[in-house]
């Protein structure tokens, strides 16, 4: 993308026209800068609402893991830009825990995220269909 600013000095060919077209250039130039830098700001943060900005995993992971200690679901986060990797996470008592995708147990989550996913969209499918032949 090529972006020309123009910008006329007061006193230049282009502004002794008209005060108001000098002044209306002025502030289109203005309004192009603050444009641009605002997209360039984007661009550096990333997405807005896009969680976290590094890996979870960074500090290692658990070993061996009592299901009944367990608090909630495990969540799986999926490779992004801000971190390359797959990773899942649980929660023990009151501390999350990364749990490594290629163990026994993490390839048991990954399953079970999987078996869900298609239990999701047959369920869906289904409702669509029941609701398509009961027009």
């Known amino acids: 993308m090529k972006v020309t600013v123009t910008v006329y000095k007061r006193g230049s060919a282009g502004c ?3 005060h108001s077209a000098c002044l209306t250039a002025s502030i289109m130039n203005s309004t192009a800068i603050i444009l641009l830098l605002s997209c ?3 661009c550096v943060q990333g997405a807005p609402g ?3 900005r ?3 995993c960074l500090n ?3 070993g061996r893991v009592r299901p009944e200690l367990i608090n909630s679901e495990p969540r799986v986060y999926q490779p992004s830009s801000f971190c390359p990797k797959l990773e899942i996470t649980i929660v023990l008592g009151t501390k999350e825990k990364c749990v490594n995708p290629e163990s ?3 390839q048991h989550v990954l399953s079970g995220q999987e078996r869900k996913r298609a239990a999701r969209s047959t369920t869906a499918s289904q409702s669509n269909t029941e609701s398509s ?3």
């Open 16 to 18: 002794q026209e008209s």
């Open 40 to 42: 360039l700001l984007l």
């Open 50 to 52: 896009t969680g976290s």
């Open 54 to 56: 590094k890996c979870k």
């Open 60 to 62: 290692g992971y658990v």
């Open 104 to 106: 026994r147990f993490g």
């Open 133 to 135: 032949t009961s027009l």
